[in-house]
Nanobody, 122 residues
Framework: LQLVEAGGGLVKPGGSLRLSCAAS????????VAWFRQAPGKEREALTC????????DYADSVKGRFTISSDVAENSVFLQLNYLKPEDTAVYYC????????????????WGQGTQVTVSS
């Protein structure tokens, strides 16, 4: 299984981006997919996750109300809409997948994408 992120870039504060995570296999019916980010010198932070059973999602307090996760089973893809971006959102954003359940712990995820850089700066 391979995960490939896309959609990162440079955006001004208050702007928006839409990240995508494309899976090489049809996984969304049995794997939970999460988004993490890692800023320089900081630990990897769990942002949000979507479960395969009922699409339940959860968000970290730092992004709640600004970021939205969604999925498209037909495209084998998960998306992360980033709105009202702040300089502190600057980081490499990763998607990750594991069987069935969401977790905030990066070590529990078996599959990772290569990451996409998001830079928020004026």
């Amino acid at each position: 299984l391979q995960l490939v992120e896309a959609g990162g870039g440079l955006v001004k504060p208050g702007g928006s981006l839409r990240l995508s995570c494309a899976a090489s296999e049809s996984i969304l019916e049995y794997m939970a997919v999460a988004w993490f980010r890692q800023a320089p010198g900081k630990e990897r932070e769990a942002l949000t996750c979507i479960t395969p059973s009922d699409g339940t999602v959860d968000y970290a307090d730092s992004v709640k109300g600004r970021f939205t996760i969604s999925s498209d089973v037909a495209e084998n893809s998960v998306f992360l809409q980033l709105n009202y971006l702040k300089p502190e959102d600057t980081a490499v954003y990763y998607c990750a997948a594991q069987l069935y359940y969401c977790s905030d712990y990066a070590v529990q995820y078996d599959y990772w994408g290569q990451g996409t850089q998001v830079t928020v700066s004026s």
